[in-house]
T-cell receptor, first 113, second 115 residues
């Protein structure tokens, strides 16, 4: 079945460092890909998405490119801030008509001042 | 436009009691999804509903769990005779259309603790 694998955390960075969180997927068909962010004690917020190969999603300085050839959707940010500390989830739609999301296990990011 | 609302935010139940979790989708959304997040895990799909219909319940445990989305009112996830293993965060999401192209918007979740 479809699945998402993302790098395990926790990831600890200093402020203004470069961030990469790896995400690869296995899917039949043509899934849409998402990054969600979860701040402590809160629900998930959509960070960015891409619906077809070579699409680049971007938001708040974060970017991810849908790479069909490597089945990847890595999240990047050039300069992280303390306020970016959160858990980041990579997800895909199941490719069927229902649109159920399949999530990775999440990567906890801590940014130190 | 209010976001997805869930209540209660925190729920404590003793083993054997019933837990009832509510979800009001965003205005104009008629598709509701429920997910469960176990500690240190990602979210797992449970059930997908439209008004008055269960479309996909492939992620629901076979016993004790049920869900509904009536014509009027919020969607309800009901857990009967709760056990400690039911302790988790339960998230509801809504979308305006079904399918992979539409975005699901999540509520803040209900954190269930079973004593």
């Amino acid at each position: 079945g479809d699945s998402v694998t993302q790098m395990e955390g926790p990831v600890t960075l200093s402020e203004e460092a470069f961030l990469t969180i790896n995400c690869t997927y296995t899917a039949t068909g043509y899934p849409s890909l998402f990054w969600y962010v979860q701040y402590p004690g809160e629900g998930l917020q959509l960070l960015l998405k891409a619906t077809k190969a070579d699409d680049k999603g971007s938001n708040k300085g974060f970017e991810a490119t849908y790479r069909k050839e490597t089945t990847s959707f890595h999240l990047e940010k050039g300069s992280v801030q303390v306020s970016d500390s959160a858990v980041y989830f990579c997800a895909l739609s199941d490719g069927g008509s229902q649109g159920n999301l399949i999530f990775g296990k999440g990567t906890k990011l801590s940014v130190k001042p | 436009n209010a976001g997805v609302m869930q209540n209660p935010r925190h729920l404590v139940r003793r083993r054997g009691q019933e837990a009832r979790l509510r979800c009001s989708p965003m205005k104009g959304h008629s598709h509701v999804y429920w997910y469960r997040q176990l500690p240190e895990e990602g979210l797992k799909f449970m059930v997908y509903l439209q008004k008055e219909n269960i479309i996909d319940e492939s992620g629901m445990p076979k016993e004790r769990f049920s869900a509904e989305f009536p014509k009027e009112g919020p969607s309800i996830l009901r857990i009967q005779q709760v056990v400690r293993g039911d302790s988790a965060a339960y998230f509801c999401a809504s979308s305006s259309r079904q399918g992979r192209l539409d975005t699901q918007y999540f509520g803040p979740g209900t954190r269930l603790t079973v004593l």
